[in-house]
């Protein structure tokens, strides 16, 4: 167990020249838990109580995301084409196709809610996000598939899959889930382009989060998100949430509990941006912090369409009409090491699990 709990690590320093420093990694604790109650277990009758009053409150007049759009969703929608009484919900099923310290070797129990806040014009998930396709259901209805997931499903977390837009709807069912016997983790696992006032909503429900930090720049964001705002945003939230939950821990069978977990997906010729959001995880978040560099970027949704009105043979998008190259990848992964992070959600190079 000494050996786990000291670790020499090779440090590369700005002149290029290699040092070794002792880092102590300590896996008991900080990292590793002995055992784990979900914070919404813990929540008192009061805290619950005000929880839901403030729900209700967010639907009445919409701030939820950045976008503040301002409507009573019990009348009209904004931006999200979402309602108050219902959320949209596509699919809900166990899941293996998220980091192994997130699936397990049961599954996450993955909900994905139909409609999005952004506009990304690269979306891999496009059918559902951009489009209102799925069944309408209920907090009390969601609460109750919450507590399916975990009884017939077994797996070893809920994850609200693009819940930005419909979270006092989310907020309602793991009150109306807690009530009726879900005892698994929870995971907020998000674009970043939330609003602080969603994320207080949540404090105290969520478990893991799980940001998607997309891009740095102005110009790009408007570009291929639609939205001038969302890098500003995305360092505001990713704090917030790192406040609320801390770096992201473990129990001993290797399967996260609670924290941030933060996924980057390396855009073709954006390295550069994406080194920047690796820079500003490392200098404001933690360094610490266990990060997801992505590199299954494809063009998707809009990217490599026939431009309206364009010469023929021009695809819109086109810079990023091709997948990502290796040297974009190591751009990212070099400036996250040179920044100080160091827990990066890798293969394992052993049998046993990845902690």
């Not at 809610?113 to 309408?136: E, T």
């Not at 919450?146 to 009150?175: D, R, Y």
């Not at 609003?195 to 291929?224: H, Q």
């Not at 821990?249 to 941006?273: N, Q, S, W």
Request: with cysteine; net charge neutral.
């Amino acid at each position: 167990m000494q050996s786990l709990r000291r670790v020499l690590l090779s440090r590369v320093v700005p002149n290029g020249h290699h040092h070794h420093q002792q880092r102590a990694l300590h896996l008991a604790p900080p990292f590793l838990l002995d055992d784990y109650t979900p914070r919404y277990m813990t929540l008192s009758s009061v805290d619950a109580a005000r929880k839901r009053s403030a729900a209700y409150a967010h639907l009445r007049r919409c701030n939820l995301c950045p976008r503040l759009c301002g409507v009573n969703r019990y009348e009209t929608t904004g931006v999200c084409l979402i309602g108050a009484e219902t959320a949209k919900v596509n699919v809900i099923a166990p899941h293996f196709g998220e980091e192994p310290c997130v699936q397990g070797h049961r599954g996450s129990g993955s909900v994905f809610f139909s409609g999005c806040n952004l506009r990304c014009v690269f979306c891999q998930n496009h059918d559902i996000a951009h489009r209102r396709n799925g069944q309408d259901l209920t907090p009390e209805e969601l609460g109750g598939w919450f507590v399916k997931l975990q009884e017939v499903g077994g797996v070893h977390n809920v994850n609200l899959i693009t819940p930005e837009h419909v979270v006092p709807q989310v907020a309602l069912s793991i009150l109306h889930a807690r009530h009726n016997g879900l005892t698994v983790p929870i995971i907020y696992n998000t674009s970043a382009f939330d609003s602080l006032a969603s994320l207080e909503l949540m404090d105290g429900l969520v478990d893991i989060y799980l940001p998607d930090f997309k891009v740095w720049n102005t110009a790009t964001s408007r570009r291929l998100l639609k939205a001038d705002d969302y890098a500003a945003t995305a360092r505001e939230s990713i704090k917030a949430m790192h406040a609320q939950v801390g770096d992201l821990c473990f129990t001993a069978d290797g399967i996260a509990k609670r924290g941030l977990l933060v996924r980057h997906l390396v855009m073709p010729g954006y390295e550069a941006e994406g080194a920047e959001i690796m820079r500003f995880l490392a200098d404001e978040v933690s360094k610490d912090c266990f990060v997801n560099i992505m590199e299954q970027y494809r063009p998707a949704a809009h990217v490599g369409k026939p431009g309206r009105g364009s010469k023929e043979g021009e695809r819109r998008y086109a810079e990023i009409n091709r997948a990502v190259g290796q040297d974009e990848i190591s751009v990212v992964r070099k400036a996250a090491e040179e920044a100080g992070l160091w827990r990066f959600c890798d293969p394992p190079r052993h049998e046993g699990f990845s902690i």
